[in-house]
């Protein structure tokens, strides 16, 4: 084998054993799921949790939406399940969640500086009831609450950077 071949091999070793990994959202982790009490407020609605602003948004119609508004996180996940669907849901769920999840974590400084204090770790929706697609079951599924939980860690880390930068002006 070649000596930068080697060199690369260790120091990726080196950075695995580095990746940490946040491998459920319970306990000390409770605040990333969608099911934490957060008040929050999106599209001019405040909502109770993000769970309720997520599904709301699954809603035709406005009367339909402000009833999420007070409901237990479980309550609106079950009643999402049995609304009418706008047509273009599966378009634009993802892009929905990020910005439920996003309001969550502006909109709440301590929620905020946890979520930054989770560092660099991979966060996996990691669940026994069997969603691959929001989470993982075993190791396996896509993660997509995790990726998007990323995603809003890097982008209010951004967002107090430009503003650390400002002030200095």
């Known amino acids: 084998p070649n000596c930068l071949m080697v060199m690369?091999?260790?120091?990726m070793r080196r950075k695995i054993r580095r990746i940490k990994?946040?491998?459920?959202?319970?306990?000390?982790?409770?605040f990333l799921s969608n099911f934490?009490?957060?008040?929050?407020?999106?599209?001019?609605?405040?909502f109770a949790n993000a769970e309720a602003a997520f599904?709301?948004?699954?809603?035709?119609?406005?009367?339909t939406k402000e009833s999420f508004c007070s409901m237990r996180a479980i309550v609106a996940k079950k009643t999402g399940k049995k609304i009418e669907l706008i047509?273009?849901?599966?378009?634009?769920k993802l892009s929905v969640m990020f910005e439920v999840v996003f309001a969550k974590f502006s909109q709440n400084e301590e929620?905020?500086?946890?979520?930054?204090a989770t560092g660099?770790?991979?966060?996996?929706?990691?669940?026994?009831?069997?969603?691959?697609?929001?989470?993982m079951v075993n190791g396996v599924g896509e993660n997509h609450l995790g990726k998007i939980l990323v995603k809003v860690r890097t982008a209010l880390r951004i967002t107090e950077l430009l503003a650390t930068d400002l002030r200095k002006m």
């Open 36 to 46: 934490a009490d957060s008040p929050l407020y999106y599209k001019g609605l405040k």
């Open 87 to 92: 047509s273009d849901w599966e378009k634009v």
């Open 8 to 11: 690369f091999q260790k120091k």
């Open 120 to 135: 660099n770790e991979e966060l996996v929706e990691g669940n026994n009831w069997g969603d691959t697609f929001w989470g």
């Open 55 to 63: 599904q709301a948004q699954k809603a035709t119609d406005l009367q």
């Open 111 to 116: 929620l905020k500086q946890k979520l930054l």
């Open 21 to 30: 990994m946040i491998s459920d959202f319970r306990g000390k982790y409770a």
